[in-house]
């Protein structure tokens, strides 16, 4: 949920230097632009602390088509699907889940997705590990989880996931790996699924650790990041998300 090859660096981390010809003694006067930039997003994180529909209430106006996202935290390296991207992944997910006549949902560090999921089947299990505390709102499906901790989770979630989606919030190698840990403390050992969002500079490692392949659908996120993205799975989605991208002949 933009990183330089290795790192999903917090979105916006622009790094503007201080003018280090300004005085100490001067005040520091933001420019106008500035000033407007910062009041902007103050009221984003007021408007966010105040109140974030339930999944139960995504809808917003006359759009019943409208999903309602809390607004990114780039502190904590959130990037959002952009809305063709999320309902291709839900709607992916939902097919899948009609192969099993109960099936649990786990949604690894991508919040986005639980939201479309709940508004697509409200009656699907769908349970969300993610680290930040705005989405506790979502009660007894929510989980939190710090990627550091690949196992310190609750053991009643231990092997009971047919269907797994994660998106590590880093493209680094421990990162992966630590997130495939998890994966593997989630999975049912008889049958499960795998669908992995992450950086294309991670296809080695992913076949390496989860075996997955990418699909030629490629994830994008409202946030234009530098990276390409892609969508890896452990299974043949058939003609579903383009099919498996082929194999290049080494």
């Known amino acids: 949920m933009d990183g330089e090859d290795e790192l999903r ?10 003018d280090r010809d300004v005085e ?24 966010t602390a105040a109140s974030t529909p339930p999944p139960s209430s995504l809808d917003g106006g006359d759009d019943s088509n409208k999903v309602e996202l809390v607004t990114e935290d780039w502190r ?11 309902e291709t992944v839900a709607e992916e997910v939902v097919t899948l889940s009609r192969r099993f006549s109960t099936c649990r949902v786990a949604c690894i560090a991508c919040p986005t997705l639980y939201v479309y999921l709940k508004k697509k089947d409200p009656s699907l299990q769908v349970q969300l590990l993610e680290y930040d505390m705005r989405f506790e709102r979502y009660g007894s499906e ?45 999975a049912s ?47 043949d989605p058939g003609t579903r998300l383009g099919g498996l991208e082929e194999e290049e002949d080494s």
Do not use: M
């Open 9 to 18: 660096k917090p979105n916006g981390c622009v790094s503007a230097q201080l």
């Open 142 to 186: 929510f989980t939190f989880y710090d990627y550091n901790e690949p196992e310190e989770l609750p053991l009643g979630l231990k092997h009971c996931f047919h269907i797994i989606v994660a998106d590590p919030p880093y493209l680094s190698k421990e990162c992966l790996e630590r997130v495939a840990q998890t994966v593997s403390f989630l």
């Open 24 to 47: 100490d003694d001067d005040p520091l006067v933001l420019s106008s632009q500035a000033l407007a930039a910062l009041q902007e997003f103050l009221a984003d994180q007021n408007k």
């Open 76 to 86: 904590l390296s959130q990037f959002w699907y952009e809305p063709e991207t999320a």
């Open 189 to 235: 050992p008889v049958d499960s699924l795998l669908l992995l969002l992450t950086g294309d500079v991670q296809r080695d490692r992913a076949a390496e650790l989860l075996g997955v392949r990418p699909c030629v659908f490629k994830p994008h996120h409202s946030s234009k990041l530098g990276n390409e993205f892609r969508l890896f799975v452990s299974y």
